[in-house]
């Protein structure tokens, strides 16, 4: 079993199958915290990250292991969102970076806009993309997803931002063929092939080098404050068709799914950290060391060029 790792780069939906909420109306997410209480919480998610306001560190390195294993998948239309799980029971595990233990992977799922200018939970700089996945993982020690939602550190999330492409990302054609399937509310898929999630969660390890993280909550009811986020800073492609096939679902009333992305909350007293790697620190101080000592062998032949100036000016004068 090969163990990646993410070299310091950089419940939500899915978890409330059947439970009473909407995006819209009534029970859209102004009025979320009148039955749920925890959803008007201090630390609540999603935010707009400001990169001007974040703090810099290097973290150890981020671990992914064994997420090059074929899993046998299987995809759920929640009514609130597009969920996929696995079969297997040796699940894929994250640690490192901001995490003090190891996580399991539990469920990944996605938030999209009408459009392709906005679907995205998290802001970068006030700015939306079209679309979210949230790699859901429980830390190990408290044994099973649910347990989990009862302790501060009991989640790691694993956000990715994504772009219009002009062309179809093939690593993620396994799930949207299958969406038509499952248009209707409950309707469950399993993808074809078995799915590596390798694909999906480090498409390109020498670009997830870079990512923020701060504490939250999951983004639908009951908004528990029990996350700790992990947003990289690279993001994802996919087509405008791959898009528009995930807003064909249906919701619990029968209606189109065209979004399900919760607007943002205050950030508070937060500090959302950006993670350098320290490969990227060490070249940048050596960078900046070799830069004064050339500064100073400039400056010294320019200093005896002067001198011999003044020596030839002062012998023509005599």
């Known amino acids: ?5 993410i070299i310091n780069a950089s419940s939500s939906s899915g978890f409330c199958h059947g439970q009473n909420f909407s995006y819209d109306g009534d029970q859209g997410p102004l009025h979320w915290g009148e039955e749920y209480h925890s959803c008007i919480g201090k630390y609540q998610s999603p935010i707009n990250i400001e990169e001007h306001n974040v703090k810099n560190v290097s973290l150890s390195p981020l671990r992914l ?3 090059d294993n074929p899993y046998q998948s299987y995809v759920t239309n929640t009514g609130h969102t597009v969920m996929l799980k696995t079969n297997e029971s040796k699940a894929a595990t994250l640690s490192g970076g901001p995490l003090q233990d190891n996580y399991v992977f539990e469920q990944l799922h996605f938030h999209w806009g009408e459009n392709d200018y906005e679907g995205s939970e998290d802001l970068v700089n006030n700015h939306s993309f079209p679309m979210e996945m949230h790699a ?8 099973s997803f649910n347990e989990a939602l009862n302790h501060s550190d009991g989640l790691a999330i694993l956000a990715y931002l994504y772009e219009v492409s002009p062309q179809p990302n093939p690593a993620y054609e396994p799930i949207v063929r299958v969406l038509r399937d499952i248009e209707v509310m409950g309707k469950r898929k399993a993808l074809q092939e078995p799915l590596l999630l390798e694909s999906l969660f480090v498409p390109d390890i020498a670009k997830m080098q870079d990512y923020f993280t701060y504490f939250g909550s999951l983004t639908t009811p009951p908004c528990l404050e029990v996350a700790r986020w992990i947003d990289f800073k690279d993001r994802q492609q996919l087509s405008h068709e791959q898009l528009a096939a995930f807003r064909d679902l249906q919701t619990p009333e029968g209606d189109k799914l065209t979004h399900n992305f919760r607007p943002v909350q205050p950030l508070e007293d937060r500090v959302v950290f950006h993670n350098i790697p320290k490969e990227q620190n060490t070249l940048s101080n050596t960078h900046h060391s070799d830069g004064h000592s050339g500064q100073r062998n400039v400056k010294i032949p320019i ?7 003044l020596v030839a000016i002062f012998l023509f004068a005599i």
């Open 303 to 309: 200093l005896f060029v002067a001198l011999g100036a």
């Open 136 to 143: 859901v993982f429980y830390k190990e020690d408290y044994k």
């Open 65 to 67: 292991i064994g997420i």
């Open 1 to 5: 079993m090969r163990i990646v790792s």
